[in-house]
Each structure stands twice: as structure tokens, then as C-alpha cells.
């Protein structure tokens, strides 16, 4: 037998309100509505699914059988029509983000998970690796969008928009014994680490500026290299901000104000039509707050 979807939405109704006329005002119907549906479920399966009380419905062994087989395949059938209306409104089955190692914050946390929320039935892949990597995977086809350091230049067959700012401050291991009062020479000679992406686009020379100086393409990595006293870098605010408040790193410049200010760029295959979820992480990315 094939039991009808408002046939079982008035069992599990009436279930749970132990009654048909609570069932009845939670459905939005008439009480002889669900009493017939029940009715008609209960001659369609052949099975006495409730013992008729004077004032209320008690479920059977064999209801509370049914009860949960009847739940899983609402469930099954909202999931349906939620798939229903994703195509409807041009959501596609998959979606890869590549987001930059040392861009990963609790904002972008929560506004995937938000796109998770908004659209169960897409797939979902969440990649991270450096700036030219990802670069690298937008004019492959690997993935639909990106978020990524500012890098000026972007090949031809790309879009992009730009997203949020942020601040540049200079930090140095809490071991070494620099002079109080701020004087950059004293670190023209000690270790810097920098990003390679800026070597790779040609900006080295804008960041670099001790003698000696070592790449690395993760922000965090080089974070962690200052903590442990390998060298002193040029990093965003908000990567070592915690670093900072901890005291495990130190800040070396005069004020607290950000030395200087980078920023972020979306980009994706122009190629590409822009679907209902790759528009909503533009516009939640782009929602994010300047980090000065």
C-alpha cells in the first residue's frame, strides 16, 4: 500500500498531541480531515494504530511501529521538495571554496557554516593552501571560488572583487634583546620571514627589508617561527593578535597602529555564472568588518 503524505503528517500529528483536534489546530485543518486520514490509514494498513480513550488516543504497540518508519519518510520527503526548490533557484549539487591559509578566521567559520544551513542538499569542499596555489586552482577548474591576499596582478580568464582590509604589524620573538626605544636598524640584521606569495608576484623587495630573509607561504607557519625566536616578521593583526595579548610574541613599533594595510580579494572563473551559494559567501565575505 502506498500511505499519502497528509495521511501520515496526521498520524504523527495526532501522535504527538495524543488527540485529534490538537493535531487538527497544529495541521490547520478540520477535525474530520484528520479523522479521515487517520481512518483511511488505519484500513490502508490494516492496523489498529490508536485505542480510542473518552477524552484522548493512546498509540498502539503497532502505532508506535509505524510512528517512526512515518517520521523518517516526512523527513525524506521534506528533504525532497528542499532539493525541489535548490534547483529551482540554480543551486548546484557542489560547490569548492579555497580560502588562504592565513586568511582562516572564526568569521569565515561561521558564514560556511551558514551556507551549509541554507543549502543542505549541495556539496560542499572547503580547500586551504597558499596564495598562488589557489591562484593556480582557479584557472584550473578545482575550484569555483576564492579568497585570497590581494596579489595585483590576476590572469585574464579571472573576476574578482575586493573584499576586506586589514593590518600589517611588525612582530619579534620575546627572546631577543632589542633596544626599548623602537630603531629598525636592529633588525636589519636579524632574520625576516615573509610571505612567498609577494616574492612570487614581485613585491619582495616592498616587504623585505633585513639582510637576510627566509619565505614561507603560511602565515600561522610563520607565526609559530617567530614564537619559537627563528626570525621577526610582518604579519596581519588579526593572525597574532592572541599571539600578542599572550605575550608570546612582541610588537616592535612605535604605536599601535598598523603599519600598513593589505587587502583581500574574491575571485572566480569569469567563465563561471555566479549561483545563489557562491553569491552569498561574495556577500557575506564582503560583509566582513575592515581588521585595522
Known amino acids: 500500500m502506498a500511505a499519502s503524505l497528509d495521511q501520515l503528517r496526521a498520524f504523527v500529528a495526532t501522535a504527538d498531541n495524543k488527540g485529534m483536534a490538537q493535531a487538527a489546530r497544529q495541521l490547520g485543518k478540520h477535525v474530520s480531515t484528520v479523522r479521515e486520514q487517520i481512518n483511511n490509514l488505519e484500513i490502508d494498513t490494516g492496523l489498529d494504530l490508536f485505542i480510542r480513550h473518552a477524552r484522548s488516543l493512546e498509540v498502539t504497540p503497532q502505532g508506535e511501529q509505524l ?3 512515518a517520521i523518517a519518510m516526512l523527513k525524506e520527503a521534506a528533504l525532497f521538495d528542499a532539493n525541489v526548490d535548490s ?5 548546484p549539487d557542489k560547490l569548492t571554496i579555497a580560502i588562504d591559509s592565513g586568511l582562516i578566521d572564526t568569521e569565515l567559520d561561521m558564514l560556511i557554516a551558514k551556507l551549509v544551513t541554507n543549502y543542505p542538499h549541495m556539496s560542499l569542499k572547503i580547500l586551504t593552501n597558499d596564495t598562488m596555489q589557489i591562484k593556480s586552482w582557479l584557472t584550473s577548474g ?3 571560488i576564492g579568497l585570497l591576499y590581494n596579489t595585483v596582478y590576476l590572469q585574464d580568464e579571472l573576476a574578482s572583487e ?3 582590509s586589514f593590518g600589517v604589524c611588525r612582530i ?7 633596544p626599548k626605544e623602537i630603531n629598525e636598524d636592529a633588525l636589519k640584521d636579524q632574520l625576516q620571514l615573509s610571505l612567498s606569495f609577494l616574492s612570487d608576484i614581485g613585491m619582495r623587495d616592498a616587504d623585505v627589508t633585513s639582510h637576510r630573509y627566509m619565505l614561507c607561504n603560511n602565515s600561522t607557519q610563520i607565526l609559530n617561527l617567530v614564537k619559537a625566536g627563528v626570525g621577526w616578521a610582518y604579519l596581519p593583526r588579526f593572525v597574532c593578535i592572541k599571539s600578542l595579548e599572550n605575550k608570546e610574541v612582541n610588537l616592535y613599533q612605535a604605536n599601535d597602529d598598523a603599519i600598513s594595510n593589505w587587502a ?3 575571485v572566480w572563473p569569469k567563465e563561471k555564472a555566479l549561483n545563489p551559494a ?3 559567501f561574495i556577500q557575506g565575505v564582503r560583509g566582513f568588518k575592515n581588521r585595522n
Do not use: E, R
Open 67 to 69: 510512528y517512526k518508519s
Open 87 to 91: 534547483i529551482l533557484q540554480g543551486v
Open 142 to 144: 578545482v575550484v569555483d
Open 162 to 164: 575586493t573584499a576586506y
Open 172 to 178: 619579534t620573538p620575546t627572546q631577543w634583546q632589542l
Open 264 to 266: 583581500t580579494n574574491l
Open 278 to 280: 557562491m553569491q552569498m
